[in-house]
């Protein structure tokens, strides 16, 4: 029987070291927020919601058919964003954990992940390169206790270690497809990337 796969897309964060909301920034003409969004394979998910700070980004959300959720307390951490997320898809099988700062993810890569994870459901799946994991990541429901007793700034990685042997990597089409945003000085360095990959 296939399993009912949610996703929970973190835009919740305060971008403190970006130094302004990096989620509007564009690269190649599309801001951060869309490309994640268009990313999100929802033809393989049961369930999609976004969690944010941001009234524009809930609004663009549920103009996609997704479930938005306001995240009021961004300075509670991401453990936050994420029980607020898994409140929505508690009823899923799983639950795929995306972030908004991953400009060079491809929904094709997404969308292979999940297929991979189809078959491999008892593990966590995270997409890597090289070895080295990164975003997104899937976790089976058995781990929804253990999600949702995180504090603070500790995130889905906090799990994961108490389970690596329990953990699969998908390998990535390309490394740059795992590197986020932190920084301005990231953004010019991404965009120079995006420029020579043309």
Not at 22 to 50: C, F, M, Q, W
Not at 91 to 101: H, L, P, R
Not at 139 to 167: C, Q, W
Request: charged residues 30%.
């Amino acid at each position: 029987m296939k399993q009912k796969i949610g996703c929970v897309l973190m835009a919740a964060g305060d971008s403190k070291r970006f130094g302004e909301n990096k989620l509007n920034r564009k690269v190649d003409g599309t801001s951060l927020i869309d490309r994640a969004l268009r990313n999100i394979p929802k033809e393989k998910l049961y369930k999609v919601v976004v969690v944010s700070q941001y009234d524009e980004v809930i609004k663009k959300a549920q103009s996609l058919g997704f479930s938005g959720i306001k995240n009021a307390h961004p300075d509670f951490g991401i453990s936050h964003t994420i029980k607020l997320g898994l409140d929505d898809v508690c009823d899923c099988d799983a639950t795929m954990f995306m972030v908004s700062d991953q400009p060079l993810l491809k929904k094709e890569s997404v969308s292979q992940m999940l297929d991979f994870f189809e078959q491999n459901n008892q593990y966590i799946v995270g997409m890597g390169y090289g070895g080295v994991r990164g975003n997104p990541c899937v976790f089976p429901r058995k781990y929804y206790d253990e999600l949702r007793k995180l504090e603070e700034d500790h995130g889905g990685s906090t799990v994961i270690r108490m389970h690596e042997d329990e953990l699969l990597l998908f390998e990535a089409n390309h490394p740059d497809e795992l590197s986020d945003i932190d920084t301005k000085a990231d953004l010019q360095k991404l965009c120079n990337t995006e420029v020579k990959n043309g």
